[in-house]
């Protein structure tokens, strides 16, 4: 799903987008997955002449569906990111990050009570900076391919 607009007639009341890999990383492991199972099989015969193009090739793709599966949204006043809900009420500010923003936040100085989704292909992120006095969370990072508008339809939907 492209990041956009969710509301109808295509007004700027949520956001929504998911984290699917890039094609060159559905080539790349697809490649790397039949290099394994042919590895595996060298040449045998019996089982292990078929039982490796079975298995692996499933469990390759599997994986890579797995990896790209978190949706990110802001919508019915919620930021959701894969099962994690935040009510947007809670949220001090949101800032968009590059990659080398988001390789500062999650560098050596990150806080280890943060909540991060981070997904490596995706170059950007938004810092969500929380203000929750129950909540020992500091602030949320996202992944985000479009952290501009992710960041708008945050800090937008808060102050509806």
Do not use: K, N
Not at 22 to 31: F, R, V
Not at 104 to 126: H, I, K, S, T
């Amino acid at each position: 799903m492209a990041p956009g607009p969710t509301g109808p007639g295509g007004a700027a009341d949520g956001y929504a987008e998911r984290l699917s890999l890039p094609w060159w990383l559905w080539l790349a492991g697809i490649a790397a997955g039949g290099l394994f199972a042919a590895e595996i099989w060298m040449g045998a015969d019996g089982v292990r002449a078929w039982l490796p193009f079975v298995v692996i090739p499933p469990l390759v793709l599997g994986t890579l569906w797995w990896l790209g599966r978190i949706r990110v949204a802001v919508t019915d006043g919620e930021l959701r990111v894969d099962d994690a809900r935040l009510p947007v009420r809670f949220v001090a500010d949101a800032i968009a990050l590059d990659a080398a923003g988001r390789r500062e936040v999650l560098g050596v100085g990150a806080d280890p009570l943060a909540f991060v989704v981070q997904r490596p292909w995706v170059p950007g992120a938004v810092q969500v900076v929380l203000d929750d006095p129950d909540d020992p969370t500091p602030f949320w990072v996202v992944s985000s391919r479009d952290p501009v508008r992710l960041a708008e339809a945050i800090l937008a939907a808060r102050d509806a």
